[in-house]
């Protein structure tokens, strides 16, 4: 079973490429200072590796 991770939006998307903006929106990040908590499945971190450069990922 994979670790649960939280998943914070610290910087806005605005001028990023547009596969960064659907990228946040599929994790659930829809405006600044949000956080999901996810599994850390390898989709999920492959996802989370595009966009590491706008969010902090904490461990539970």
Not at 21 to 29: D, E, N
């Amino acid at each position: 079973m994979s670790k649960s991770i939280q998943v914070t939006l610290v910087r806005s998307p605005i001028g990023h490429p547009e596969k960064h903006r659907k990228i946040l929106k599929a994790l659930g990040l829809t405006y600044l200072n949000k956080t999901v908590t996810l599994y850390g499945s390898p989709s999920i971190m492959g996802a989370i590796r595009k966009v590491i450069h706008l969010v902090e990922i904490n461990e539970i």
